[in-house]
């Protein structure tokens, strides 16, 4: 009698205690944050947080008997012109409407907040942000785009065994900025695909940047510049940020898992699991 008493939890408080976290004000003019799937009358039973949504994690959720997918990457960019159900979008459409599942995305909205992506990151590396790499317009002070973290010295050795130890990584593509030093005071991070802030890495005066992906020229002419790269891998440099939403969602009274799918196309990223 006292469950039925309880006040049932609704998509819209959801919605509001992830913009607390993440105001969408603060996404990408090109991004598609907040509701995917669903709306703020759902009834939210549990929550599955995930990087991303593919037809496992649907299942995933359906296992838990979640009604609602909190995810970074949003699942709809374009207009929608169709829903073709033999199509693997479709597919998957089609059972999270079937099963009931609602999806919200805080996509680049949740890389630009303090509490986010980037601290989530340089927390696991042990790492302590000081400034963003790139500042927001309209964001409060110390909130942007990558983070700077400055510190006595670290050796790019060392930083490559943090991300092989904390993000699971076995293999971390490394890239030796020309003339680099071995020793690092001032280094720059941004989970996912950080190429677009090499130059502000460099102009930060940061001599390392840890991120999760950057293309064969890109990193070429960061070299040249004399930075050096580590790449983390899209999936695992994003990965630490989950926890953080589960705690944050933690008050809202109703079970949030964690999601254990290994969303990346990667396969040696499925081989090194979410550790
Ligand atoms: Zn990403």
Redesign the pocket.
Known sequence: MKEQSKEKLTGSIVRQRMEELAPPALAESWDNVGWQVGGDTVEVRAILVS?DVDQEVVEEAARHRATLIVA??PILFRGLKRIDPTTYQGGMLRRLLCEDISVFAA?TNL?AVRGG?NDALAEVLGLVPTHPLQAVRGAPEGWGFGAVCEMDSVTTEEMVRRVVQALGVAQPRVTRGRGATPQHQRVALL???GASMIDDALRAGCTLYIT?EVKYHEAQDAARAGLTLIEAG??HS?RPVLRRLVDWLAPLGVPIVESTQVTSPFEADWKEGVG
Do not use: A, I, N
Request: hydrophobic share 25%.
């Open positions: 990087l970074h990457h996509h890389d992506v989970g996912g695909s999760g899209h999936f994003e």
